[in-house]
């Protein structure tokens, strides 16, 4: 009897169905009147306006990269900018994976969101440097062009996210293994494995932040000490120009690949590790917390990531930045308003809908049709009230 108390008590008040993919409710939930009318939770406008502000660094800082021979000024803003704009989108990048725990639909959107936009990508960039500059170009899969080293990584550490997230002690051990890295000059070329490794505790980082670290990052008082910190790094860096190298930012070379002993580029890499949070915090502090303009535009970040490789190298063939009026102080202002021009239009929803195709693949030829979520998409069609009831 009460076996059927209890059967008819759910039959009359079902209970919602389960959404796995939905990592549980923080703080950094908007609140009740930030939700749509169908309850579901909105984006969070402070990470997509981190996202579009760090993308237009990457471009910024690639746009500059020909600048720095002849412009000392030119070069101690590329060192600032290159010092946390990757940390800092690749510590986004770590929070925003918290929830990833390898159950089949994340691992489905890992193949179509990031392994296969890496081949496709990989593949055109084979071809379009062989039209550009060498037509013999071979084919390498293993070794990514440019900067696309970072699907590969973004693939890594997303699929290693469960491991991550059962250590007691992640930071550290990610911390170690970007020393050890940076000091193993035998690691190679194959999937950028240098980059891969040193990067990573920004990323295991991001993994164990919480909203309230966040919260921290948005205190007026932060925003207030980040100007005269932000200041004094670029004062250091004017400083530092002619007395180190930019490979050190790249963090794609061991020690001795820089001709300095092992004790030295460990440290190093500590000493930058250290720059890079702290400047990450400074820049965290600025990103505005409500929903502006471009707030939109943090959804299409992959998408500026990849496709402006294509004109940045077109620049750099073709020798653009060998013409006579570069050289002016002025032009240099307007190729760093042009690289954010390009930056935004690259985020746009017209140039999603255009290469959505290559980027996020449906792909459901490939993969075998889930019964679970099946079974909760007809239970949910079930649930809703019918046509003008």
């Known amino acids: 009897m009460v076996r059927r108390m209890l059967h008819a008590r759910y039959e009359r008040a079902p209970l919602p169905p389960a959404r796995p993919e939905t990592p549980p409710p923080t703080s950094a939930d908007p609140p009740p009147k930030a939700r749509g009318a169908s309850g579901a939770k909105q984006r969070d406008p402070f990470f997509d306006n981190a996202k579009y502000l760090t993308i237009l660094l990457v471009g910024v800082g690639h746009a500059w990269d020909p600048l720095r021979a002849d412009s000392r000024a030119a ?168 007395r180190m190298s930019k490979e050190w930012f790249l963090h794609d070379k061991a020690a001795a690949e820089m001709d300095v002993p092992s004790w030295a580029g460990a440290a190093m890499y500590l000493a930058l590790f250290g720059c890079a949070l702290v400047l990450t915090a400074c820049f965290l502090s600025w990103v505005p917390r409500r929903h502006m303009w471009f707030t939109v535009l943090g959804g299409g970040t992959l998408y500026a990531y990849l496709l402006h490789i294509y004109p940045i190298k077109l620049s750099r063939e073709f020798e653009w930045y060998d013409m006579d009026w570069v050289d002016h102080p002025l032009s240099r202002v307007a190729i760093t308003l042009l690289a954010v021009v390009m930056m935004t239009v690259l985020c746009t929803t017209p140039v999603q809908r255009v290469f959505r195709f290559a980027m996020e693949p449906k792909m459901t030829w490939f993969f075998r049709e889930d019964p679970v979520a099946k079974a909760k998409e007809r239970e949910k069609e079930r649930e809703q009230p019918p046509a003008g009831g």
Not at 166 to 186: E, F, K, N, Q, Y
Request: glycine content about 4%.
């Open 75 to 242: 070069e101690a803003l590329y060192y600032v900018v290159y010092t946390f704009h990757m940390p800092a989108f690749i510590l986004i990048s770590g929070y925003l994976s918290r929830s990833f725990t390898g159950k089949p639909g994340q691992l489905k959107r890992l193949v179509t969101g990031i392994a296969v936009p890496y081949l496709i990508f990989e593949i055109l960039y084979t071809l379009f440097m062989r039209w550009a500059d060498d037509p013999e170009r071979d084919f390498s899969l293993q070794k990514p062009g440019f900067a696309l080293w970072f699907l590969i990584a973004l693939f890594v550490w997303r699929l290693t996210t469960p491991f991550w997230r059962t250590m007691r002690w992640p930071v550290p051990v990610a911390l170690a293994i970007g020393v050890a890295a940076s000091v193993t000059p035998d690691i190679g070329e194959d999937l950028n494995l240098m980059r891969l490794l040193q990067f990573l505790p920004f990323f295991v980082l991001g993994l164990q932040l919480r909203p309230e670290h966040f919260q921290l990052a948005k205190r007026r008082e932060l925003r207030l000490v980040a100007v005269p910190v932000m200041a004094l790094t670029l004062v250091f860096a004017y400083w530092a120009v002619p």
